[in-house]
């Protein structure tokens, strides 16, 4: 019998590899009452969805284009959330609906799986809205953000949240984009393919390469630091992070991230 209910709210959402993850969650830890699905959903659609959800939800996962309109969904929103202007988290309270962001520590915590504790610079390739938790997690890290962008506008969006988190934080064009690679991290938010150029550069086996990409996998940039000897960290990586989060602040139970992790490959195998 279900009676404690989640999923994750998308437009478009059915490519989500979230109800297999937070699915293999809850049977390996037990609980037998829950259930996690994935729901189509556009932005003018989710207060309304919010509004006419039942005492047994216990919280949601949004991706795309979902993260901004959250905020003004939730009852309460937490400073991280707050400071990045973005939430991928709705969490049930006493008192309504709280909003989080878990992709900004998600990433931190896959890094730290790659033995990375601290930073003193990072650097960014793309300015989307990856872009932001990329933010978040280089103040977990110590470090000053150099940013590489297509187009200024969207370092512009970004600069007032790197200064709500004191990140130090500085800009460069597109075509100056091979000097990331004498960062200590390097985190790429870009789109499918667009940081495949850096494949062949001159990367240093002590430099950690985080590409958000999943799908295909390995991408170019990844197989290419890979040849180069360096650290390499996917998008499966900070899904299962941020999912793990999640996982506990809906059920208030510590996730069993090597069941989560094993279904999470498959799902994405298959």
């Not at 949601?60 to 991280?80: F, G, N, R």
């Not at 973005?86 to 520590?105: E, F, H, K, Q």
């Not at 200024?152 to 934080?169: S, T, Y």
Request: hydrophobic share 50%; with cysteine.
């Amino acid at each position: 019998m279900i009676n404690r209910s989640a999923a994750v709210l998308g437009q478009p959402v059915a490519h989500s590899l979230s109800p297999a993850l937070h699915t293999a969650g809850y049977a390996a830890a037990g609980l037998t009452g829950w259930a996690y699905t994935a729901v189509e959903c556009a932005e003018d659609e989710l207060a309304p969805f919010v509004g006419g959800l039942g005492p047994e939800w216990a919280g949601l996962s949004l991706t795309m284009p979902l993260k901004s309109v959250a905020l003004t969904v939730a009852t309460e929103v937490d400073p991280l959330a707050r400071a990045l202007g973005a939430a991928n988290t709705l969490v049930r309270t006493d008192t309504g609906w709280t909003a989080y962001n878990t992709d900004a520590p998600g990433m931190t915590d896959a890094l730290g799986w790659a033995g990375v504790t601290g930073a003193q610079r990072i650097a960014v390739l793309g300015g989307g809205g990856t872009a932001r938790a990329a933010l978040g997690a280089a103040r977990d890290l110590g470090a000053e953000v150099v940013l590489y962008v297509r187009r200024p506008e969207a370092a512009e969006e970004l600069r007032p949240v790197a200064h709500a988190l004191g990140v130090p934080f500085v800009v460069e064009g597109w075509g100056r984009a091979q000097d990331a690679v004498t960062a200590d991290v390097v985190i790429s938010t870009a789109p499918k393919g667009a940081a495949d150029a850096l494949a062949v550069a001159a990367w240093s086996a002590e430099t950690v390469v985080f590409d958000v990409v999943y799908d295909p996998w390995p991408t170019a940039l990844a197989a290419g630091a890979q040849r180069a000897g360096c650290r390499v960290v996917s998008g499966l990586d900070l899904l299962l992070a941020q999912g793990v989060r999640q996982f506990t602040l809906f059920t208030g139970v510590d996730a069993p991230v090597s069941d989560m992790r094993a279904a999470l490959e498959g799902a994405a195998g298959r």
